[in-house]
């Protein structure tokens, strides 16, 4: 008897079926004989045939390869499978083919290659050191692989990349519509009604908010408050505040009362006070104002402690080794974090140096802010947390700060970066500070071709800052493979215009008052 060509029969490991084998050698013999039953053969031959179909498709998609010959060679095409055998009739062949068409089996290879080059997409990752590949820039694609695509890079979120939904855009418009009905003003009637709510109440009650916005404004306040009130019940009943304590919200400070921003770890027979006063000189903390008095007139500090670096004019600034006036920086610290949110270092201050600028009179050198920076920073920052007093603020004290530390990186012929993640005013800062500095760089560039790296060897700025600065004021262009920087002509002459008005201020930094060498590590 001539043996049977079989390839859609055999198992996954290419051996044959041997139940049917035997089936097929029955069947010949039947025919052989005469008493032949064809619907039962063709029946079980289907059968047969779907299920040895199902399981090499069962068995392709679980190694991920073709399907193969009993040679071990995979079919170029579905030619080469033969699914018919020369002794079966033509009634069984037809049989098979709808068998196998019934069965939904496809012995073709090109899903699988579908599949691989889906599965290598997937593997893909952004070379942005910390992404994660989700998001994209233009926010239309889930994933990105590239830079170019990157939002992290390019020092955004996912979230922020994202386009606006039809959903959003028609809220959007809806809560432009309930502004539109804001009433114009106070009538005398209400104002009168007002003062004299305040008047009767002072700050024991909420002043009065109707007719002040819009109705839908005061809605989303009132929220918005009954939202933070829950979120403090429960801090409550978890045991992390309690009534009274912790909740510095004044200090007196020199001749101001500042109100703070964020909680401290002042300890707590302090903290639970609710005022603190202290000394502006030596920042030690007191619970009232007749220590303060009595520790004011013992006090012979009149400056920070450490070396003055820096003078010009009433302006000075101190360097203070945190290892070498301890106290002093723990209290600078402790003082910082009742406006800075994201501040973690309070007591371990021996690993930083610590600047502190001043403004002196009459009676002594009055504290403006400070910034802190690493003695030996493995990624060159050279501001790990930085603060301007909020009586100091939006005067331009902040930008002469960063402009001190840039000064300070060139000394020591580096390039630095402020330290991450920065507070919402530090971002603000240090956006504006670039940007000035690349305008006044391009004003005073004469050449054709401009390079990131010249501009920063020269400016001290870290090259990333200075592309999303870049990218930022639309300066940045990709052009024919090669990236343009573009010179704004109407960007540089805004900056002109106003450097020309505050050119008699004296809040700029001076390179020539600073006497200062580099620091050995220790």
Known sequence: MPRRKRNAGSSSDGTEDSDFSTDLEHTDSSESDGTSRPSARVTRSSARLSQSSQETKNTADHDESPPRTPTGNAPSSESDIDISSPNVSHDESIAKDMSLKDSGSDLSHRPKRRRFHESYNFNMKCPTPG????????????????????????NLSADECKAPTERQLRYK??????????????????????????????????????????????????????????????????????????????????????????????????????????????????????ILRRHMAKCVWKHPPG??????????????????????CQNLCLLAKLFLDHKTLYYDVEPFLFYVMTEADNTGCHLIGYFSKEKNSFLNYNVSCILTMPQYMRQGYGKMLIDF?????????????????????????????????????????????????????????NPVDIVSTLQALQMLKYWKGKHLVLKRQDLIDEWIAKEAKRSNSNKTMDPSCLKWTPPKGT
Request: charged share 30%; net charge positive; glycine share 6%.
């Open 307 to 328: 070396d003055e670096i820096y003078r010009k004019g009433s302006i000075s600034v101190f360097e203070v080794d945190g290892k070498k006036n301890k106290i002093y």
């Open 405 to 461: 530390s840039y000064l300070l990186s060139k000394v020591e012929e580096k390039v630095g970066s402020p330290e991450r993640p920065l507070s919402d005013l530090g971002l603000i800062s240090y956006r504006s500070y670039w940007k000035e500095v690349l305008l006044r760089y391009l004003h005073n560039f004469q050449g054709k071709e401009i390079s990131i790296k010249e501009i920063s060897q020269e400016t001290a700025v």
């Open 131 to 154: 992404c994660n590949s989700l998001g994209h820039l233009t926010g239309k694609h889930e994933r990105h692989f590239s830079i170019s695509g990157c939002p992290l890079y390019h």
């Open 173 to 290: 418009e809806k809560v432009a519509e309930l502004r539109k009905k804001r009433n114009s003003g106070l009538s005398k009637e209400q104002k009168e009604k007002y003062m004299e709510h305040r008047q009767t109440y002072g700050n024991t009650r909420e002043p009065l908010l109707e007719n002040l916005t819009s109705e839908y404004d005061l809605d989303l306040f009132r929220r918005a408050q009954a939202r933070a009130s829950e979120d403090l019940e429960k801090l409550r009943l978890q045991g992390q505040i309690t009534e009274g304590s912790n909740m510095i919200k004044t200090i007196a400070f020199g001749r101001y009362e500042l109100d703070t921003w964020y909680h401290s770890p002042y300890p707590e027979e302090y903290a639970r006070l609710g005022r603190l006063y202290m000394c502006e000189f030596c920042l030690k903390y007191m619970k009232s104002q007749t």
